[in-house]
């Protein structure tokens, strides 16, 4: 048959500020063509596909708006979900109602539902995120960062996704990307961006409230005009810890571990040597002080140098010393870093005490192998 004309341009502000509770009014533009409309209904569904659609009801408990009204006021403290709880309800969808029934949910006009709340997102959202660096130039990239939605995600406290660079899985959050509102799973990233020293690109669900704790994220090497590394993303939050180097990225995490192997390999990374330490700060599990070292003698690879404190010389649930200024890059030429006044002692899993303290020297291709860092 003829496909039914859709709405468009549904409009949704939620007026309650409870977590799972919505009120106020959807809208929407009706077609042209409303001869063959006998009504217009809306659900609210996990996905697009209105996989287990449950239809909202207005402020009367009916459940059909008449054609002419082009608005539905929702009943008070309506709950946001499906008829699943195992799936929350993630999106609006408004379907026309003809003699024939409720037209095809490939024609129904969708709406990210977004559900005012105090809270930041819960989750992230994402199963993996990729990126590949399309950029000639070894200190800058360009490219496509996408994202997949993980299955069963609650996803109505996300308003947008925040893109950034960083130089670990989680951890230091370095510049922004960009962001895109949800309903959209890619962001183009302009050739020539600068890559200021880092390796990862992380994705943050986020509202106005702040961004979620959980981060997906995806390590990548420079394109050098020969080869591109490609690497496994993960889902971490702040007990993740990652050791990496160009040949290998090994993730612990305390729920799930992945592995990913790059392409082809490199000479290894001169390491510094004669690292020194003095904690200056008397408190227990609190360190002061500045930590030092003497610089290979061929620096001209070699863009910086990060601390990291771990659990073992492996860098388990390593966690980035930051300087006093608070960066976490030292560089080249400098060979020491003055910790901020009051660094606790500790890694990035509390059960796992700092006991070593690790220096890497980083290259464009991002950190050198742990068995090549420093140790103290």
Same mark, same amino acid.
């Given at each position: 048959?003829?496909?039914?004309?859709? %709405?468009?341009?549904?409009?949704?502000?939620?007026?309650?500020? /409870?977590?799972?509770?919505? @009120?106020?009014?959807?809208?929407?533009?009706?077609?042209?063509?409303?001869?063959?409309?006998?009504?217009?209904?809306?659900?609210?569904?996990?996905?697009?596909?209105?996989?287990?659609?449950?239809?909202?009801?207005?402020?009367?408990?009916?459940?059909?708006?008449?054609?002419?009204?082009?608005?539905?006021?929702?009943?008070?403290?309506?709950?946001?979900?499906?008829?699943?709880?195992?799936?929350?309800?993630?999106?609006?969808?408004?379907?026309?109602?003809?003699? /024939?029934?409720?037209?095809?949910?490939?024609?129904?006009?969708?709406?990210?539902?977004?559900?005012?709340?105090?809270?930041?997102?819960?989750?992230?959202?994402?199963?993996?995120?990729?990126?590949? =660096?399309?950029?000639? =130039?070894?200190?800058?990239?360009?490219?496509?960062?996408?994202?997949?939605?993980?299955?069963?995600?609650?996803?109505?406290?996300?308003?947008?996704?925040?893109?950034?660079?960083?130089?670990?899985?989680?951890?230091?959050?370095?510049?922004?990307?960009?962001?895109?509102?949800?309903?959209?799973?890619?962001?183009?990233?302009?050739?020539?961006?600068?890559?200021?020293?880092?390796?990862?690109?992380?994705?943050?669900?986020?509202?106005?409230?702040?961004?979620?704790?959980?981060? %997906?994220?995806?390590?990548?090497?420079?394109?050098?005009?020969?080869?591109?590394?490609?690497?496994?993303?993960?889902?971490?939050?702040?007990?993740?810890?990652?050791?990496?180097?160009?040949?290998?990225?090994?993730?612990?995490?305390?729920?799930?571990?992945?592995?990913?192997?790059?392409?082809?390999?490199?000479?290894?990374?001169?390491?510094?040597?004669?690292?020194?330490?003095?904690?200056?700060?008397?408190?227990?599990?609190?360190?002061?002080?500045?930590? @030092?070292?003497?610089?290979?003698?061929?620096?001209?690879?070699?863009?910086?140098?990060?601390?990291?404190?771990?659990? =073992?010389?492996?860098?388990?649930?390593?966690?980035?010393?930051?300087?006093?200024?608070?960066?976490?890059?030292?560089?080249?030429? %400098?060979?020491?870093?003055?910790?901020?006044?009051?660094?606790?002692?500790?890694?990035?899993?509390?059960?796992?005490? /700092?006991?070593?303290?690790?220096?890497?020297?980083?290259?464009?291709?991002?950190?050198?192998?742990?068995?090549?860092? /420093?140790?103290?």
């Amino acid at each position: 048959t003829t496909p039914v004309p859709s %709405v468009s341009g549904i409009e949704f502000a939620d007026s309650d500020d /409870a977590a799972n509770i919505l @009120g106020g009014a959807i809208g929407w533009t009706p077609p042209v063509d409303v001869s063959f409309i006998t009504g217009y209904e809306v659900y609210m569904a996990h996905d697009v596909d209105n996989s287990y659609g449950r239809v909202v009801l207005d402020s009367a408990g009916e459940s059909v708006v008449p054609v002419g009204v082009n608005r539905l006021s929702m009943q008070t403290g309506t709950v946001r979900q499906t008829t699943n709880e195992a799936f929350p309800a993630n999106w609006f969808l408004v379907f026309a109602r003809t003699s /024939a029934g409720l037209q095809h949910v490939a024609e129904a006009a969708k709406l990210p539902l977004y559900d005012e709340s105090a809270s930041v997102p819960r989750t992230v959202g994402l199963s993996s995120v990729s990126f590949f =660096d399309t950029d000639a =130039d070894p200190a800058t990239i360009g490219g496509t960062v996408s994202w997949a939605l993980a299955e069963g995600v609650d996803l109505g406290f996300t308003a947008e996704f925040g893109i950034y660079l960083g130089n670990s899985i989680v951890g230091y959050l370095g510049p922004s990307l960009g962001s895109v509102s949800r309903g959209t799973n890619e962001l183009a990233v302009s050739p020539g961006t600068v890559s200021f020293f880092n390796t990862h690109v992380l994705v943050h669900a986020e509202n106005k409230n702040g961004r979620s704790a959980e981060v %997906v994220s995806v390590q990548f090497q420079a394109f050098d005009g020969e080869a591109i590394v490609t690497w496994t993303s993960t889902t971490g939050t702040s007990t993740t810890t990652s050791v990496t180097s160009t040949r290998t990225t090994a993730t612990i995490t305390s729920t799930k571990t992945s592995t990913s192997t790059a392409t082809r390999t490199t000479t290894p990374v001169p390491s510094v040597s004669g690292v020194e330490f003095a904690d200056s700060d008397e408190a227990a599990k609190v360190l002061g002080g500045t930590v @030092g070292w003497t610089p290979p003698v061929d620096v001209s690879f070699i863009m910086g140098y990060e601390v990291y404190m771990a659990y =073992d010389v492996e860098n388990s649930y390593g966690r980035v010393v930051l300087d006093s200024a608070g960066e976490s890059v030292v560089p080249v030429g %400098v060979n020491r870093l003055s910790m901020q006044t009051g660094t606790v002692r500790q890694t990035t899993n509390e059960a796992f005490p /700092a006991n070593w303290l690790l220096v890497f020297t980083r290259t464009i291709a991002g950190l050198q192998l742990v068995a090549e860092a /420093a140790k103290l």
